[in-house]
């Protein structure tokens, strides 16, 4: 665009002075015609109103002698005038000077009929006809005035020499008006001799000075002839003898003299008129040479300006284009280096080696100014690579910092987590039990910050499983990492497994989604979990009631979802979606499909698709291990519970939480959230405790053999009824006096699990069951310190927590 300014400018040049010229020369062709047509009619009226006038003096001193030769001069006087008024009706037009003298020329003959009427009438004195008859005459001398300027210096100049010798032939024409009048009358004025004094030197200052040098050669020399001949000298001769007569003969001219006049006159005028006619056919001539030279001259400007133009043009297009050329191919090195830096940046984050130079070469430039616009490109490219390169490092040594610290601290989680499973099958006392189940507990919850550490740092969490896992038990891990779990119910329809290569991220997933729906919705609110085979894989939706986002956080969640873009964790850190990154870059490495929806609730509810190759099915599912136990059940559990096979849904009420409002949102993996609170620390364990809904379906594998169950008890099956009725020894005592009965949940809830560890140990162990040696009360020691155990305490033990579930296969 920038190269057609300079051809735009070229071509309006051009435009204006083709224009200009052509203007100029219709101008003056149209000047040059109009003073042509009307000069033409305007002279012969010039001449025939000199020698009106002459004949009308000469009539108004001899009526008799000059009645006809008026009449006559009339007439073609007349015919003169007809054909200049006939010029503006005709449609004539010229410059605007030309046609306004045209009219006055035309507006002064129309008064020459009054002057005529008031000549014959009488009324009109000799000087009063003849000023009338002199005012006409300098009309149409100011029309010829006008006509002298056409534009054309040198036309123009030589016009000059023309109008003076017609106001030469006007000065000659007033003397012969007058002396002919005197001739008629026999007298002439003092004021009329001052005239002719007056005109005679006119016309001798006009044809010496202006006529004369002013004419061409040729002219100039027909000029000088007419004055050297008889009859001009007979002329100049009567001037002297009327002057210089009169002085003598005061106020006398003779008729003899007056014919002589006439006679020198008549010879002289009828030259004047031709030297006149000829030199303006000449100059005609020569105006017309002179607008056919503008006309060439205008044709052949246009021409070479249009052909240098067109010149121009060529040579700025291709100018152009060869700078457009090479500019556009900086443009697009340029563009290959932005287009490029990005991937070569991320694989150098990944750790790759990269050669910059070779992935992204210099520029090739040359030594021109275009040249040093590509030596500053590449000089901003090797400025952009080091700072980029730099940053880089900074970043990966970042990484590998954040991922150095989560490591360690991950082992040393993994101790913690392995010393708290001893003491968990080491104690049997309830209030220790409840100790480590809450620091299990929390513990299972750092763990899974300390991965979010990991995947943001860039790495993936090192939870490993050699064997497919039951998607319940899937379920209840990720349930067991979640502060506020017991608000979580779960819901499985049918059985199946997810592989081993991910089961850890999937778990990590569904607990970072079902925290942030238990964190974002008001307790003691449920969050239903419901998993079911679709027709693409499996189908897990997390759904809560809480407040819900806007349909502008939706959009922009589900996009993070479907298009996680690489997150620096520095220029991050006070990002409280941080928790959202995590899921969106787990769900991307495993393949998963995450999509937040608005809730009937009011809340969100968030699907996680899980693919088909994840997925595996009851009959291909791999057989469990025989003689691991089933996960751990909560103590409200009782033994029927745990062999039951129908479908049912366990959950206790839940705990007086203070209220609180929330959304949900994503979080960077902390229990709290960001606009949801935390359970008050001081509440009683007794109300944090509570039990789990799960669902599972009661049809067994086919195929697949059953794993042997845990030795069950029946409690207190053989006591004696003394024992089994811990009240006996007040219950003759009347109504009134019995102490209320307290609660002994808690207590019987420790001694179950007790009980259920000293099992465990034992299946564990490989010991041999055999029948409990009799007692003389019937019952085995062990059944007696259970006995025992439930009736001792049962005042002082809190209710523990539920055993935190960990599937069977789980490193």
């Not at 052509?22 to 002279?43: A, F, G, I, M, N």
């Not at 001798?204 to 000075?209: L, M, P, R, T």
């Not at 309830?430 to 299990?440: I, K």
């Not at 109504?735 to 209320?740: K, Q, V």
Request: aromatic letters at 6%; one cysteine or more.
């Amino acid at each position: 665009m920038l190269a057609l300014v300079p051809c735009v400018a070229l071509v309006a040049l051009w435009s204006t002075t083709s224009v200009q010229l052509y203007t100029d020369w219709r101008q003056q062709k149209e000047r040059s015609d109009s003073s042509q047509e009307s000069s033409v009619l305007v002279v012969v009226v010039f001449y025939n109103l000199q020698e009106e006038r002459r004949v009308t003096g000469a009539a108004l001193a001899d009526p008799e002698k000059y009645r006809a030769q008026l009449a006559a001069q009339r007439v073609r006087t007349d015919a003169a005038v007809e054909k200049v008024q006939a010029l503006t009706e005709g449609g004539w037009t010229g410059p605007a000077d030309i046609s306004r003298d045209v009219g006055r020329v035309i507006q002064s003959l129309a008064k020459l009929d009054g002057y005529r009427e008031a000549v014959d009438r009488g009324t009109a004195s000799q000087q009063q006809a003849f000023d009338a008859y002199s005012g006409l005459v300098a009309t149409d001398l100011q029309l010829f005035s006008s006509m002298s300027y056409l534009g054309m210096a040198e036309i123009d100049y030589r016009i000059r020499p023309a109008n003076d010798s017609l106001w030469g032939m006007e000065m000659i024409s007033r003397e012969s008006a007058v002396v002919t009048r005197a001739g008629a009358t026999a007298k002439l004025s003092d004021d009329e001799r001052g005239q002719l004094a007056e005109w005679v030197g006119s016309q001798k200052f006009i044809y010496d000075n202006k006529v004369v040098p002013g004419m061409p050669a040729n002219q100039s020399a027909l000029y000088k002839k007419l004055m050297a001949g008889s009859a001009w000298q007979q002329k100049t001769s009567i001037e002297q003898d009327i002057l210089h007569g009169a002085s003598s003969d005061a106020g006398t001219v003779s008729p003899a003299l007056a014919k002589k006049w006439s006679d020198s006159i008549g010879q002289v005028t009828g030259p004047l008129q031709g030297f006149n006619r000829a030199y303006w056919d000449d100059l005609i001539v020569d105006i017309n040479d002179e607008l056919n030279a503008m006309r060439t001259k205008l044709i052949l400007i246009s021409a070479l300006d249009a052909g240098a133009v067109v010149l121009v043009v060529v040579i700025s297009t291709l100018l152009t284009r060869m700078l457009r050329r090479r500019i556009f191919a900086l443009r697009q090195a340029a563009l290959d280096l932005q287009t490029r830096m990005p991937d070569v940046v991320e694989r150098m984050r990944r750790g790759e080696a990269v050669d910059p130079d070779a992935e992204l070469p210099p520029i090739q430039h040359s030594a021109d100014e275009l040249g040093q616009l590509g030596q500053a490109l590449n000089l901003a490219r090797r400025s952009a690579l080091d700072t980029t390169i730099t940053q880089v490092g900074q970043f990966r040594g970042f990484e590998k910092l954040l991922q150095r610290i989560a490591r360690r601290t991950q082992l040393l989680i993994g101790l913690q987590m392995k010393k708290l499973s001893e003491l968990e099958r080491r104690h049997e006392d309830p209030e220790v039990l409840e100790g480590l189940f809450d620091l299990d507990h929390l513990t299972a919850r750092l763990r899974r910050y300390e991965e979010n550490l990991v995947i943001l740092g860039g790495g993936q969490p090192q939870r490993r499983w050699r064997k497919p896992v039951l998607m319940v038990d899937v379920l209840r891990s990720a349930q067991s990492e979640v502060q506020d779990y017991r608000r979580i119910q779960i819901e499985v329809a049918g059985r199946f497994w997810l592989t081993e290569r991910a089961v850890g991220l999937v778990v990590h997933v569904l607990a970072e989604l079902m925290e942030n729906a238990v964190a974002f919705s008001k307790p003691p609110t449920p969050v239903e979990v419901y998993a079911s085979r679709v027709g693409r894989g499996l189908a897990v939706e997390i759904e809560d009631r809480g407040m819900g986002m806007t349909s502008g956080e939706y959009e922009e969640a589900n996009r993070l979802m479907a298009d996680p873009p690489r997150m620096d964790v520095l220029s991050h850190a006070e990002d409280v979606r941080l928790g959202l990154y995590v899921v969106a870059r787990l769900a991307q490495g495993l393949g998963l499909q995450v999509e937040l929806r608005p809730s009937s609730f009011g809340g969100t509810r968030v699907v996680v698709l899980i693919p088909e190759e994840l997925v595996i099915d009851e009959a291909a599912a791999p057989p469990a291990p025989v003689g691991v136990p089933h996960p751990p059940v909560p103590p409200e559990q009782t033994a029927e519970q745990m062999t039951e096979r129908t479908p049912q849904t366990v959950a206790g009420p839940p705990p007086p939480y203070p209220p609180r409002t929330a959304a949900f949102a994503m979080s960077s993996g902390s229990g709290n959230g960001t606009r949801g609170g935390t359970p008050p620390a001081d509440v009683p364990a007794h109300e944090r405790a509570g039990r789990v809904a799960h669902r599972t379906t009661d049809a067994p594998a086919r195929g697949l053999p059953r794993t042997r169950p845990l030795p069950k008890r029946v409690r207190m099956a053989s006591l004696v009824d003394e024992l089994r009725d811990p009240d006996a020894d007040v219950r003759s005592a009347p109504e009134a006096e019995r102490s209320p009965r307290r609660n002994g949940g808690p207590a019987r809830s420790g001694a179950t699990i007790g009980a259920f560890q000293r099992q465990s140990r034992l299946a564990r162990g490989g010991t041999t069951l055999t029948a409990p040696s009799a007692t003389t009360d019937g019952a085995t020691p062990t059944d007696r310190a259970d006995a025992a155990g439930d009736g001792a305490g049962e005042q002082d033990r809190p209710e523990v927590l539920p055993y935190r579930r960990r599937t069977p296969t789980e490193d």
